[in-house]
């Protein structure tokens, strides 16, 4: 019987392996194959891959360094802001390391101790209950096999199994889908842009510039039209002059949008959830790797004394991150309330001039 089920090895999963692996008998499951490079692998992490000031500082509390193959041109000091429902722009101030997100999910694998049990190219199933524990299932080469813990840790994202499996539909974050298409570009634009648009989503949009390509994308409600508000977008920043030619790829998935605390769930019994999973992401701007070394980190120094407790010891931790989705709901209405965007953007404060 293994002590840790790790269901999920993106960076909350790989993070909390990392941490227990020395000291627990650890199984790490994921769909993807995180070992090696494939470049026939079809699935892949839709996602940005800009690594914000928040998740750099987790990574330097934890005590590592994101090496230099990581990165992507152009590296990004500045974010381009267009309202299209009041028709402003202006141009803020950033630091974002720009990089390829599925370079840095198999970093954070490669620094996994050996002694841990990972299965990739699987597919997690379910669970059940047994005395001591929890018997799960997994699909590998096609095939069911069974295996039992201790704990079960959900880190397997937005739309988590784990997570609908021990809690109640209406205490699950607002679900939105993100459709990000990846074109070819041979004049790539030197910042990141985050696009508000009312009729498009309530939520926002973005073009961020990646070595020799442009990423659009957009987080969209899924029962409000969302490729046909996609096309919409499009046609909109076209007008602006911005066109989108040579079409790579299109990439989608959901993503949680915590808007009320009761959303932010750390698990139950024997069972927890981190990153976003749990419910921990930006409700602001979707930014969900801090996040995820945060909560994978609490959960790691909440089982350093045993077992037993453990979740109390986690959802006493984690109440500075309670905290801080309180904060960023209330900064929400600045960015998503168009009258106060509006107020906020005309002034110019805080602006590159």
Not at 86 to 108: A, H, I, T, V
Not at 109 to 128: A, E, G, M, R, Y
């Amino acid at each position: 019987m293994y002590d840790i089920a790790i269901i999920g090895s993106g960076p909350a999963g790989a993070n909390l392996a990392r941490l227990v692996g020395d000291k627990y008998n650890v199984l790490l499951i994921d769909k993807r194959d995180l070992a090696n490079v494939n470049p026939k692998n079809k699935i892949r992490k839709p996602c940005g891959g800009l690594l914000a000031p928040d998740a750099q500082k987790m990574i330097a509390k934890l005590g590592l360094g994101v090496p230099k193959d990581l990165l992507v041109d152009p590296q990004l000091f500045a974010v381009r802001t267009i309202d299209l429902t009041n028709n402003q722009e202006r141009l803020y101030q950033r630091f974002y390391y720009n990089m390829d997100r599925e370079k840095f999910d198999r970093w954070l694998v490669s620094l996994l101790p050996t002694s841990i049990d990972k299965k990739f190219n699987c597919l997690f199933k379910s669970f059940s209950k047994i005395p001591g524990g929890y018997e799960l299932k997994y699909i590998s080469n096609g095939k069911e096999i069974t295996a039992k813990t201790k704990l079960i840790i959900g880190a397997d994202g937005s739309f988590s199994k784990v997570r609908r499996s021990i809690s109640k539909d209406f205490l699950a974050p607002v679900e939105y889908i993100s459709i990000q298409e990846w074109y070819e570009s041979s004049d790539p634009m030197p910042y990141f842009t985050a696009i508000f648009d009312g009729e498009i989503s309530d939520f926002y949009s973005w073009i961020i510039p990646k070595e020799n390509y442009l990423l659009l994308g957009s987080a969209l409600k899924p029962k409000d039209n969302p490729i046909e508000k996609y096309q919409i977008l499009k046609g909109k920043l076209k007008e602006l002059g911005l066109v989108f030619n040579n079409k790579v790829k299109t990439e989608g998935a959901f993503i949680y949008r915590p808007k009320k605390l009761a959303q932010f769930y750390a698990g139950n019994e024997n069972i927890a959830l981190v990153g976003e999973a749990a419910g921990a992401i930006s409700p602001s701007s979707a930014e969900g790797i801090s996040y995820a070394l945060k909560t994978s980190l609490y959960l790691a120094q909440s089982l350093e004394v045993g077992l037993d407790g453990f979740l109390d010891r986690y959802k006493n931790k984690v109440r500075d991150i309670r905290l801080n989705l309180i904060m960023k709901n209330l900064k929400s209405p600045a960015m998503y309330n168009p009258v106060l965007r509006k107020l906020a953007m005309k002034s110019g404060l805080l602006s590159i001039k």
